[in-house]
């Protein structure tokens, strides 16, 4: 028997003879006071749930390393599932347990860390079960489908003193960091204005119909918190990023990352006091729901924060397609990877550049150890603000009606939000020409400035958007209330 089996079997006696002997509530006291050793010579057991895709690089990232072992593969399709365990083999020596139910590999004393990149509506509910068994989650972005769901895998972390982690890597990327550092020491002036870019080129899905489910997917295990759908796309993988019942658009796909990053230059450390969208899915009817096109404002009194999905083809702006432009009195920061960017002064000059990388998975890794979560660089708390943007976005967007564009441009005059905003539909309106969607007499869906309380996380004056903060689950897929966790 190893060291670490030894010392497992010794402390899973005792904690079992505690049990007994105070009652049952020793086990959640158990769970709330573990510790992981300091030692990086003893291994963490790691369980990946939902392995396709993205989770390959978390497959990657813990099988390579000499202080953790990928000890279960989890997904509800079993040719990828045991596609990974076979290629995870190879890497570190021994195959990993293939289970397509999460929970059997929860229930295992042995694990330490579970590691999720499943589709969107899965991921609070990974990181809620996990964290209440006990373990450390390291969840994608974003962190949740819908606002509540979020703030209940934030208060689990901390009621069972577990260490969350975000999958918003660039919190760990020297460049951005030192751009961050940049503007918040005053070195581009008063910053205003925040502006994220997902130029980002998606075509068509397909037709929208009804296609067969693949039989090596378990689909209620699939679909878990959502309601049972017909498969309404030709593609069952990656494509659920733009129906509403698993996804979040491009917003919360690859635009949470530039979310994140401009409420974290901007400096705010909580959601913002009013929202509204505006956009469509144009240039193309599909099988898909998401908009294709959108425009997101948060209205933080002092500062803006707007945020462009384009999935059509589309020119930079200043430098950046994927990025983040900050706009001070003294000058302007671009971001235009996950790792560079650059400081310029108010004519355009170059002042300073950005640039180096990271290790999000090793940050979180020693935080597992060290015990404590202010040793995150994504912390769940700040996974689920950025990710609660992205909803609250697609609150209007989804509560919005059909203006054509001249109706959009009075309701913009007439909101008087930032100067910004008639200057971002102008453009938006060109962009959509340029891709030969004729403007005249088009309508885009426009959402409702919609009030909102941070402090609270809901809307005072609209009864349709506080029902939109959280879903129906179905059974027993269910994320707990505040007073259930």
Not at 7 to 20: Q, V
Not at 138 to 146: A, M
Not at 151 to 170: D, H, L, M, S, W
Not at 425 to 444: C, F, I, P, W
Request: include cysteine.
């Amino acid at each position: 028997m190893s060291n670490l089996s030894r010392r497992r079997f010794l402390e899973d006696s005792l904690l079992a003879a505690a049990a007994m002997a105070v009652g049952p509530s020793a086990k959640t006291i158990a769970a709330e006071t573990s510790r992981q050793s300091a030692s990086p010579n003893e291994k963490l057991a790691v369980a990946v749930v939902g392995v396709r895709g993205q989770g390959g690089s978390h497959l990657a990232a813990f099988a390579s390393r000499k202080d953790t072992e990928v000890l279960y593969v989890v997904d509800a399709d079993e040719v990828v599932g045991n596609k990974a365990c076979e290629s995870i083999a190879s890497k570190q020596g021994r195959r990993p347990k293939f289970v397509k139910d999460m929970r059997k590999a929860f229930d295992d004393p042995a694990l330490d860390v579970v590691s999720t990149a499943t589709p969107n509506h899965w991921h609070s509910l990974v990181a809620i079960w996990a964290m209440q068994a006990g373990k450390d989650v390291y969840v994608e972005k974003p962190v949740s489908h819908n606002v509540s769901e979020g703030r209940r895998a934030v208060e689990v972390a901390r009621k069972y003193n577990r260490i969350c982690q975000t999958g918003t890597q660039c919190r760990s990327m020297q460049g951005t960091i030192q751009a961050i550092e940049y503007i918040k020491a005053g070195k581009i002036g008063k910053v205003s204005l925040a502006r994220g870019l997902c130029y980002k080129r998606r075509p068509s899905i397909g037709p929208k119909g009804q296609y067969a489910i693949p039989p090596e997917v378990d689909y209620d295990l699939w679909s878990g918190p959502a309601p049972i759908l017909p498969l309404t796309r030709p593609r069952l993988h990656y494509d659920w990023h733009w129906i509403w019942a698993y996804g979040n658009g491009d917003l919360g796909n690859q635009g949470i990352h530039q979310m994140d990053i401009a409420r974290w230059g901007l400096g705010v450390d909580e959601l913002s006091r009013a929202v509204f969208s505006y956009g469509g899915r144009l240039g193309y009817e599909d099988a898909g729901e998401t908009p294709n096109t959108q425009v997101v404002v948060h209205d933080y009194g002092d500062r803006t924060l707007v945020f462009e999905v384009r999935g059509l083809e589309t020119k930079d702006l200043l430098g950046a397609n994927i990025g983040v432009i900050f706009y001070g009195t003294e000058g302007y920061v671009v971001l235009t990877s996950y790792t560079s960017g650059a400081a310029f002064d108010k004519k355009g000059n170059l002042v300073q550049k950005f640039n180096g990388g990271g290790d999000h998975f090793d940050n979180f890794l020693k935080a597992v150890r060290s015990r404590k979560y202010t040793d995150l660089k994504a912390d769940i708390l700040e996974g689920h603000l950025s990710s609660a943007l992205c909803h609250l976005g697609n609150i209007s967007y989804l509560l919005g009606e059909p203006v054509t564009v001249a109706e959009a441009k009075k309701r913009l005059s007439d909101c008087r939000c930032h100067d910004d905003c008639l200057e971002t539909l102008s453009r938006v309106t060109a962009h959509l020409a340029d891709n030969g969607v004729k403007t005249e007499g088009l309508k885009m869906t426009f959402g409702p400035l919609l009030k909102f309380d941070p402090q609270s996380e809901t809307f005072p004056d609209s009864a349709a958007a506080n029902k939109l903060l959280t879903r129906d689950y179905r059974k027993p897929y269910v994320v707990p209330a505040a007073t259930e966790i």
